[in-house]
């Protein structure tokens, strides 16, 4: 079975975040600064355009027995032990999901995101403040972010979340 392959672009302010790779491993994050929001969705706009070049394409909603299954296997810790996977995943197929489960998906994404930033801690060095020492190094090797990064875009996404909890 192939791998599924997706890129994900997310805003946050003058913060666009792309998340390129396939499903549950290769994958790559890259945060882009922009000095304002304005020029932030300009650049959003460009990195759409250039996908759509690269064919890729948005994904169909998921079948009510498929939608069931995902939750299932999102919520068996065996099937993602790091916290960070089963995000990328749940993100992956937000847009799928039927609306009656939309809360509920955004309610995991909260807490997966909490538990990333919990692994992160909040400063690098002799300072570090989390139980799990290894976990900024092994986030870096697999998402190429460095721990100050990853503590901004997970951050930004955990209090997008929240938001959108609340909208719901």
């Known amino acids: 079975m192939r791998s599924i392959t997706y890129c994900q672009l997310e805003l946050y302010g003058s913060i666009v975040i792309v998340s390129k790779g396939q499903l549950g491993k290769g994958r790559i994050i890259t945060m882009h600064r922009e000095t ?66 939309k809360k509920k998906l955004l309610k995991i994404l909260f807490d997966k995101a909490d538990w990333v930033m919990m692994g992160l801690g909040n400063k690098d060095g002799p300072d570090y403040d989390s139980e799990d020492s290894y976990y900024p190094e092994m986030l870096e090797d697999e998402t190429q972010l460095k721990p100050k990064d990853a503590r901004e875009v997970y951050g930004a996404k955990l209090a997008h979340y929240q938001k959108l909890i609340k909208m719901l």
């Open 36 to 101: 304002s929001s304005e020029t932030a969705v300009a650049h959003l706009s460009d990195l759409r355009q250039s996908l759509v070049k690269e064919n890729y394409v948005s994904p169909e909603p998921l079948s009510k027995k498929a939608e069931e299954q995902f939750f299932a296997d999102l919520l068996n810790v065996s099937k993602y032990p790091e916290f960070h996977d089963g995000l990328e995943v749940a993100e992956s197929l937000l847009l799928r999901v039927s609306n009656e489960n």
